[in-house]
Protein backbone atom coordinates (compact mmCIF):
# COMPACT_ATOMS: atom_id res chain seq x y z
CA UNK A 1 0.00 0.00 0.00
CA UNK A 2 1.49 3.04 -0.79
CA UNK A 3 0.53 6.36 0.49
CA UNK A 4 0.76 9.79 -0.54
CA UNK A 5 2.98 12.06 1.77
CA UNK A 6 2.27 13.50 4.86
CA UNK A 7 1.07 16.41 4.54
CA UNK A 8 -0.63 19.43 7.02
CA UNK A 9 -4.07 18.13 5.65
CA UNK A 10 -4.09 15.46 8.23
CA UNK A 11 -3.58 18.10 11.01
CA UNK A 12 -6.63 17.78 13.47
CA UNK A 13 -8.13 14.67 12.63
CA UNK A 14 -9.05 12.58 15.40
CA UNK A 15 -7.36 9.27 13.84
CA UNK A 16 -3.81 8.91 13.14
CA UNK A 17 -2.51 9.49 9.32
CA UNK A 18 -2.09 5.15 9.22
CA UNK A 19 -6.12 4.68 9.66
CA UNK A 20 -7.25 7.25 7.79
CA UNK A 21 -5.02 5.63 4.67
CA UNK A 22 -6.28 2.15 5.28
CA UNK A 23 -9.47 3.33 5.18
CA UNK A 24 -9.11 5.03 2.13
CA UNK A 25 -6.97 2.57 0.57
CA UNK A 26 -9.40 -0.49 1.55
CA UNK A 27 -12.47 1.65 -0.36
CA UNK A 28 -10.88 2.45 -3.34
CA UNK A 29 -9.00 -1.15 -3.76
CA UNK A 30 -11.16 -3.01 -2.93
CA UNK A 31 -14.88 -1.63 -4.56
CA UNK A 32 -16.01 -1.85 -0.92
CA UNK A 33 -18.92 0.31 0.56
CA UNK A 34 -18.36 2.80 3.20
CA UNK A 35 -20.22 0.09 5.76
CA UNK A 36 -18.13 -2.60 4.87
CA UNK A 37 -14.77 -0.52 5.80
CA UNK A 38 -16.38 0.12 8.97
CA UNK A 39 -16.69 -3.67 9.53
CA UNK A 40 -13.13 -4.08 8.73
CA UNK A 41 -12.02 -1.76 11.07
CA UNK A 42 -14.01 -2.67 13.63
CA UNK A 43 -12.56 -6.10 13.56
CA UNK A 44 -9.00 -4.40 13.84
CA UNK A 45 -10.15 -2.64 16.91
CA UNK A 46 -11.17 0.81 14.99
CA UNK A 47 -14.35 2.52 16.26
CA UNK A 48 -15.36 4.66 13.35
CA UNK A 49 -18.43 5.76 11.46
CA UNK A 50 -18.84 4.83 8.21
CA UNK A 51 -19.60 8.75 7.30
CA UNK A 52 -15.78 9.38 8.93
CA UNK A 53 -14.70 7.08 6.24
CA UNK A 54 -16.69 9.05 3.85
CA UNK A 55 -15.24 12.10 4.50
CA UNK A 56 -11.78 11.17 4.49
CA UNK A 57 -12.69 9.32 0.96
CA UNK A 58 -14.13 12.66 -0.14
CA UNK A 59 -10.95 14.69 0.87
CA UNK A 60 -7.97 12.33 0.30
CA UNK A 61 -9.04 9.66 -1.87
CA UNK A 62 -8.37 11.47 -5.15
CA UNK A 63 -5.10 10.57 -5.47
CA UNK A 64 -5.86 6.71 -4.51
CA UNK A 65 -7.95 6.39 -7.06
CA UNK A 66 -5.41 8.35 -9.95
CA UNK A 67 -3.23 5.45 -8.21
CA UNK A 68 -5.13 2.44 -8.93
CA UNK A 69 -6.30 3.74 -12.36
CA UNK A 70 -2.44 3.55 -13.29
CA UNK A 71 -1.57 0.17 -11.97
CA UNK A 72 -4.61 -1.17 -13.36
CA UNK A 73 -3.92 -3.83 -16.69
CA UNK A 74 -4.55 -2.58 -19.86
CA UNK A 75 -7.53 -4.55 -21.65
CA UNK A 76 -5.58 -8.03 -23.74
CA UNK A 77 -6.66 -7.94 -26.87
CA UNK A 78 -6.30 -11.21 -28.41
CA UNK A 79 -9.07 -11.09 -31.75
CA UNK A 80 -10.47 -13.96 -30.70
CA UNK A 81 -14.16 -12.63 -31.16
CA UNK A 82 -13.37 -9.45 -32.28
CA UNK A 83 -13.97 -10.65 -35.66
CA UNK A 84 -17.22 -9.08 -37.63
CA UNK A 85 -19.05 -11.61 -40.03
Not at 20 to 33: D, K, Q, T
Not at 55 to 71: I, V
Amino acid sequence: MDTPPVTTTYKNHRFPVEIINHAVWLYFRFCLSFRDVEELLLERGVIVTYEAIRKWCRKFGQPYANQLRRRRPGQVTSGIGMRCF
